[in-house]
C-alpha cells in the first residue's frame, strides 16, 4: 500500500493524520532519533506465523514479541516470525518491512499489544522506509478492528522517552 492509497483510505474513513517524512532507515530505533518521536509511540508492524497462518503483530517499536504469551493469548500450538519470502509477496506496493499495520486491508488478523493502547497517537511505517503516518490510536483501533492482548516487553536498548 504506497502512501496515497494509505492517504485515501485514511481520508475516506474520516481520519485526522499526519505525514513524516525523513533520511531513509530500516530500523525503529533509528527512525525513532530521526523523527524525535518515542519508541513507545511508533507502532512497528511484525508478521509473524499463527498455527500456519501469516498475522500482524503490531507493537510499540521499543518492545520485543513475548511469543510464548502470545501463543497462550491465542490460544495457539505454534507462533513464530514468518521469513520474509513467507509475506513479501503479499504487499506488492510495499517495501518490505514497511508495510503499515492495517492487515484489515489484506484479510490478514492483527495482533495489538496492550502496550500500545496507552498511546494517544501513533506512528508507523506507511509503506516505504522513509515515510511516516501518524494518527490517533483510537481512530486505529476504529478502522482495523485489531485484537489487543498483553504480550511486549521493554527492549534493554536505550530509546527516546
Known amino acids: ?24 532507515a530500516y530500523t525503529m530505533q533509528s527512525i525513532a532519533a530521526l523523527t524525535h518521536i518515542s519508541g513507545k509511540k511508533i507502532a512497528k508492524t ?41 509475506f513479501k509477496d503479499i504487499f506488492p506496493n510495499c517495501e518490505v518491512g514497511a508495510m503499515p499495520p492495517f492487515g484489515n486491508l489484506w484479510n490478514i488478523p492483527v495482533y495489538v499489544a496492550e502496550s500500545l493502547t496507552d498511546q494517544e497517537n501513533i506512528a508507523f511505517n506507511a509503506g516505504n522506509h522513509s515515510e511516516l503516518t501518524q494518527m490517533s490510536f483510537r481512530d486505529y483501533e476504529r478502522l482495523v478492528h485489531p485484537q489487543i492482548f498483553k504480550y511486549s516487553y521493554a527492549q534493554r536498548k536505550k530509546w527516546m522517552a
Not at 60 to 85: M, W
Open 46 to 86: 511484525v508478521m509473524v506465523v499463527v498455527d500456519g497462518k501469516m498475522s500482524m503483530a503490531v507493537l510499540p517499536a521499543s518492545t520485543r514479541i513475548n511469543f510464548s504469551a502470545l501463543k497462550e493469548a491465542l490460544g495457539a500450538t505454534d507462533v513464530h516470525l514468518a521469513r520474509e519470502n513467507e
Open 1 to 24: 500500500m504506497p502512501l496515497q492509497a494509505l492517504k485515501e483510505y485514511l481520508e475516506k474513513n474520516g481520519v485526522r493524520y499526519t505525514n513524516i517524512t525523513h533520511s531513509k
